[in-house]
């Protein structure tokens, strides 16, 4: 038989998210590992697309997505990041987030360019540069605080680097970049001439009053910076593969094309629905982060109780921590002897860096209804018995 595989996938195999849930599956696990968030949509967005089918809105949209979603997508903008963008030329509706990177990566850079990522990273984003025929470039950033340095920036960059990514709040840290580390990107965009790729999908799910931040509204990144976000994660709609990217008229227009080679547009009926997700009031956004903060609270002193050493986030909702207390030899072995243990799936730390800082840490989801997330809890807690 002969063999037909592209060189594009050369090193790439099945992501360590995705395995971890089919071995959860496997054992019967509470999977706190994939950020599914089987949590219940909201029922203004549910209602939405049931009414959007049910009116026959169904047929393709524009590539860019249709005009009643960025229209609503420009008001929420305007009133919650402080950007101010036009639905007619600076926003494209896309196949989740991941399409949007995607689209930036193969419309926006060339075969070769350097692509910086920062450890603790997304595996998707790294896979998606690889596959893009980007050079990936690396600057870790230590637990626990994930601090960022204007020495570690510049001396990352490489000759070729065309684009640095910068995911707030970052999946799977929960770090939230502060006004002097994007004041330092700001600098080292300007000097360097790189494309800034946000990832903000997170952006409502932050704790402690802490405000989210846009890159684009800090000094003179708007020109130079696509702003990707998303509805998967607030909406709990996971599934239904909605983001947008938002960006200048020009990137915006190359980011098209390549949303329409690839994807065509995003699902219609449930860009209907979520156009009516974003008139939810700030109190929906409100209450929704407090709650993820009790959840945050519940899951740490599990951990804690059970000799793991959590890292606080300060949005998203996942939660590393430091598992050297299990006596494994790699983030793997921890992972998989704490599936064994204790029935709980977690993701090995290894997935988000390329060195040994993963191989101490795990990653936990806590996305998950209050009485999934307590027993995984107990389970936890009996580690320390």
């Not at 998606?128 to 980007?134: E, H």
């Not at 009926?269 to 009516?276: D, F």
């Not at 008139?279 to 709650?291: C, G």
Request: aromatic content about 8%; charged content about 25%; overall charge negative.
């Amino acid at each position: 038989m002969p063999e037909f595989r592209s060189r594009r996938l050369q090193g790439l195999g099945q992501s360590e998210i995705r395995r971890m849930s089919r071995e959860s599956d496997r054992v019967g696990a509470i999977n706190l590992g994939q950020g599914i968030c089987d949590l219940p949509t909201p029922p203004l967005v549910a209602n939405g697309a049931k009414e959007a089918i049910d009116a026959r809105m169904s047929t393709y949209s524009y590539p860019e997505g249709t005009l009643e979603l960025r229209r609503a997508i420009a008001k929420k903008l305007a009133r919650d990041n402080g950007i101010e963008a036009d639905p007619m030329g600076e926003i494209v509706v896309t196949a989740g987030s991941s399409g949007a990177f995607a689209a930036v990566c193969m419309g926006l850079l060339n075969p070769g360019d350097g692509i910086l990522l920062m450890e603790p990273y997304y595996g998707y984003h790294l896979s998606c540069a690889l596959v893009s025929g980007l050079e990936p470039q690396y600057l870790t950033l230590e637990p626990p605080d994930f601090a960022l340095t204007e020495e570690d920036l510049r001396a990352s960059i490489q000759p070729n680097t065309r684009a640095v990514v910068v995911c707030t709040p970052s999946n799977p840290s929960g770090k939230m970049f502060s006004r002097d580390e994007i004041d330092i990107i700001d600098r080292v965009a300007a000097d360097n001439d790189l494309l800034v790729i946000t990832d903000e999908i997170y952006e409502y799910i932050r704790y402690d009053d802490r405000p989210h931040l846009s890159p684009a509204t800090v000094g003179n990144l708007s020109s130079r910076t696509v702003s990707i976000m998303g509805m998967s994660k607030t909406y709990s709609i996971t599934g239904w593969r909605l983001g947008y990217a938002v960006a200048p008229p020009d990137m915006a227009e190359s980011m098209t094309l390549v949303n329409d080679v690839y994807y065509v547009c995003a699902p219609t009926p449930l860009q209907h629905a979520v156009a009516k997700g974003l008139e939810a009031p700030l109190s929906f956004y409100q209450e929704q982060a407090r709650d993820y903060q009790r959840k945050r609270d519940m899951l740490a002193e599990a951990l804690d109780a059970g000799g793991l050493t959590p890292i606080i986030p300060q949005g998203a909702y996942y939660m590393l921590a430091d598992v050297s207390s299990l006596g494994c030899a790699t983030a793997r072995e921890a992972a998989m002897a704490l599936l064994e243990r204790a029935k709980v799936a977690s993701i090995a730390g290894s997935a988000f860096y390329r060195g040994k800082t993963g191989e101490s840490l795990l990653r936990f989801c806590y996305a998950k209804e209050d009485d999934i997330l307590a027993e995984a809890c107990q389970r936890l807690r009996s580690l320390g018995k």
